[in-house]
């Protein structure tokens, strides 16, 4: 089954950067659609980007659009989000997440999760 390990979260001040990563194992890599989730205190979990097999197609909530940029190497099995100029409103949980095919952006198509990272953006 696959394995998904996030990390990389930690506390920030505002207008600060983080770059999470998650590794993936149990299956083949290339053969999966990765995503980002995150779930801030007290709200439900809600979708941040997505990245297709190879890169060559990603999605983004439009309240990270310009700031996040998800990205994923193949070689090493892992996908990462590069997260610049953070706010306060982006502090969450941040989840990697994992499906056969095609890209999604909705928790349901997903198959697999990972623990979670924790993310603060101090003001």
């Known amino acids: 089954q696959v394995q998904l390990v996030e990390s990389g979260g930690g506390l920030v001040q505002a207008g600060g950067s983080l770059r999470l990563s998650c590794a993936f194992s149990g299956r083949t890599f290339t053969t999966y659609a990765m995503g980002w989730f995150r779930q801030p205190p007290g709200k439900e979990r809600e979708f941040v980007a997505a990245?297709?097999?190879?890169?060559?197609?990603?999605a983004y909530t439009d309240s990270v659009k310009g700031r996040f940029t998800i990205s994923r190497d193949n070689a090493k099995n892992t996908v990462y989000l590069q997260m610049n100029s953070l706010k306060p409103g982006d502090t969450a949980v941040y989840y990697c997440?994992?499906?056969?095919?095609?890209?999604?952006?909705?928790?349901?198509?997903?198959?697999?999760w990972g623990q979670g990272t924790q993310v603060t953006v101090s003001s």
């Open positions: 997440a994992a499906r056969v095919g095609t890209i999604a952006t909705t928790t349901g198509r997903f198959t697999s």
């Open positions: 990245i297709n097999w190879n890169g060559g197609n990603t």
